[in-house]
């Protein structure tokens, strides 16, 4: 069993920054691959970076390839999300999760989701 719980969400300007952090618990952190979803208002969740540590470089969608990075405290057991250049269609839910195996970019691949966290991106 693994929980996940997100934090550091917020409102920013356009432009801005913000890092979201996603602490795990349960399971040995580096044994599974973990994800950053979001979900904006009347659309579907969508995956922002996906990875497995031990098998490879992390997958970045395509609108936030270069402005977005995916990191770990093993120690901690939390990832981390740095959002740079923060644009108002970034607005959205940002969810954790975790799942055994490779890395997946499809939503019903993860067995593990944290609660959220609310990015909310102002022009």
């Known amino acids: 069993q693994v929980q996940l719980v997100e934090s550091g969400g917020g409102l920013v300007q356009a432009g801005d920054s913000l890092r979201l952090s996603c602490a795990a618990s349960?399971?040995?952190?580096?044994?599974?691959?973990m994800a950053w979803f979001r979900q904006a208002p009347g659309k579907e969740r969508e995956v922002v970076v996906a990875?497995?540590?031990?098998?490879?470089?992390?997958y970045y969608a395509g609108s936030v390839k270069g402005r977005f990075t995916i990191s770990r405290d093993n120690a901690k057991n939390t990832m981390y999300l740095q959002m740079n250049s923060l644009k108002p269609e970034d607005t959205a839910v940002y969810y954790c999760?975790?799942?055994?195996?490779?890395?997946?970019?499809?939503?019903?691949?993860?067995?593990?989701w944290g609660q959220g966290t609310q990015v909310t991106v102002s022009s």
């Open positions: 990875v497995n540590w031990l098998d490879g470089s992390p």
């Open positions: 349960g399971r040995a952190f580096s044994t599974y691959a």
């Open positions: 999760a975790a799942r055994y195996g490779g890395r997946r970019i499809d939503t019903s691949s993860y067995d593990y």
